[in-house]
């Protein structure tokens, strides 16, 4: 509260529109510090419009002990790279002008020009492991060192330069080998180790989800790449799943579980949308209506005619044929009339359904759709 009184006065007196946010820290498995942090950037993004900015006063010296933190915690190249000048935040942009700034520099200005400030108790509390960093090991280092901050922050600028480089390499790496939203094995396999690492890597963070432990990649590579061409593996991290069917591995957020088979929704006539389960996306339909239709879930046992005059074949051989994967199968929606299976999805109609034209489309997010 008493930080809150120093703000109002400082913005009363400079005429600068102030908002308090409150927040609630809950440590979790990262610490209270980084609880912390996440809890403050969450409240900030969430004011942020397009084209606001965003701007932090870290400087050098926070620069330096992200670095060496960042290092002892075992991180990679991308993690070195610590805090960018500018990078996206929600709708808007994070910038931070004083990255290059070293701390005495900013502390000799504000004493000079008679700035008041706070300062954060927690700073100097040194069972944190940033304050620790900052007064034990960092002077330290200065002693040896003297020019350790601004050695550490270069570092953070080369390894920047090296992602930039590295993700470009993942971006040609996954347009040559990603079709329908999988990546051919074998491609992957020809993949030196380090590049094929460096490509998933790059996956997972377009995916929104921190890149798992090294012995989860062994574990992909054993369990997954190498299995047998008819199975289908699954290994999962963070919310993700890494998927095999046949020659693609697939990426992709955790899959609610399929419908079951005796779940029946009923499609009534002027009813131009309907709502699957969840996972399953929305059927739409644009035909004038043939009567009350019923939407159901699971292959097992099912079988149509897909042309006039063709032999009757079960679904099942249908969709392997196909190509659809286990996941897709399971919840494609099968459209009956009359206890009458007229159409799978889009996908496959009966002389039935043509004859009813019977218009409809499959809107779902599920990977390993062929064209």
Sequence with gaps: DSWVRHCRRTCRALGVPLRVLHVEVVPAGTGLEAAARSARYAALAGL?????????A?????QAETVLYRALRGTGIAGLGAMRACEPLAAGLLWRPLLDAPRHELL???SAHGLRWIDDPHNADRRLARAFLRHEVLPALDRHFPAAAASLARLARHAQASERLLATLAREDAATLCEQGGFEVDGLQRLEGDRRRNLLVHVWRDLGVPPPAESWYAQLERSVLAARADATPVLAHGGIEARRYRNRLYLMPA???PPAATLRLRWLPGQPVLELPPGCGRLIRRDAGAGALVVRFGQAGASLR???????R????LCQEAGLPPWLRERMPLIEL????IAVAER???ARAAALRLQLSWVHALPGAPA
């Design 58 to 62: 870290h400087h050098r010296d926070d």
């Design 255 to 257: 899959l609610p579980p």
């Design 314 to 317: 079960s679904l099942k051989n």
């Design 48 to 56: 942020l419009r397009r084209g606001d900015v965003l701007a932090t």
């Design 306 to 312: 897909p042309v006039p005059g063709a032999q009757r």
């Design 338 to 341: 009359e206890a009458e299976l």
């Design 108 to 110: 000799a200005y504000a």
């Design 348 to 350: 496959w109609q009966t």
